[in-house]
């Protein structure tokens, strides 16, 4: 694996950075928009691919009996966009607003998250330092032992740790699913051209549900080769899982945001020019 943790050296605004590089986007339909503009920005040809399409949860059920009794929770953790997307949808399908949610505390995941949870006119009281659930368990801003925890999320295929490890410190920590993630059926054809052609730089991965719905995807299809193209992960989790799924991981963003996966692609891309 590439070292990055040497200084970024490229500058923001060079929209060279890029140029000529050919770079996948693997985000979900309809999510990939800005990051995909800020690479074309660089200088980037960019395809998007997504792997994941978001959609309802199996049933609202769970989710509706959360809100109806949201007055007696003490946490309320969002972790994704589409966990505030969705669980705003229900909350005013429940005759509910803002007002309802007064007297919780809110914690979010991601500088994403934080900015969906903004446009509801609504502050985080709590975002960790670092953009993953593991630094939210570690840097809680107070004891949760006893504190009732509603965590709205992915029903399937989602991390473990957040709830393992507050429940381990003592928190009743009810999970409710809130929208689901699953696999598209089928690559756009310029995508697939252009794996088979090996006309592609990089491919960006920004979870490690995207990895693996990748995989599946060109595991479908002859003619595939990734070597030679750089994988780019946003963080840890999805490091660990190109490793498990490709061998290998090329470069990792070193503030786990999309931003700084645009910076560790520059900086990637920088030193073969």
């Known amino acids: 694996m590439h070292s990055l943790e040497v200084k970024l050296i490229v500058n923001p605004t060079d929209r060279s950075s890029l140029s000529g590089k050919t770079i996948i986007v693997t985000r979900a339909a309809g999510q990939s928009g800005e990051f995909s503009l800020k690479l074309r920005e660089a200088g980037a040809k960019v395809l998007e691919m997504p792997t994941i399409e978001i959609v309802p949860p199996s049933s609202w059920d769970e989710l509706d009996r959360a809100i109806a009794q949201i007055s007696q929770f003490d946490w309320l953790i969002l972790t994704s966009t589409n966990a505030v997307s969705y669980f705003w949808q229900r909350l005013s399908h429940n005759g509910k607003n803002n007002s309802d949610l007064a007297n919780l505390q809110i914690a979010v995941v991601g500088q994403k998250t934080a900015q969906s949870l903004h446009k509801k006119e609504i502050e985080p009281n709590f975002i960790p330092p670092n953009f993953v659930a593991d630094s939210l368990v570690e840097n809680f801003p107070e004891n949760p032992a006893h504190k009732k925890i509603l965590f709205p999320r992915v029903e399937t295929g989602g991390r473990e740790v957040l709830v393992k490890e507050l429940t381990a410190k003592g928190a009743k920590v009810i999970e409710v699913p809130t929208y689901e993630s699953r696999c598209p059926q089928t690559i756009d054809n310029s995508v697939l051209n252009a ?79």
């Not at 794996?195 to 549900?209: E, M, P, Y």
């Not at 061998?247 to 990792?252: C, I, P, S, T």
């Open 195 to 273: 794996l088979q052609q090996n006309q592609v730089d990089a491919i960006t991965f920004a979870s490690s549900k995207t990895v693996k719905n990748f995989d599946t995807l060109i595991s479908q299809v002859n003619g595939i080769n990734l070597k030679g193209i750089c994988i780019a992960s946003i963080g840890p989790q999805t490091s660990e899982t190109c490793q498990r799924v490709f061998g290998r991981v090329d470069l990792e963003a070193q503030e786990y945001t999309l931003d700084g996966l645009l910076e560790a692609l520059r900086e990637f891309f920088s030193n073969f020019n």
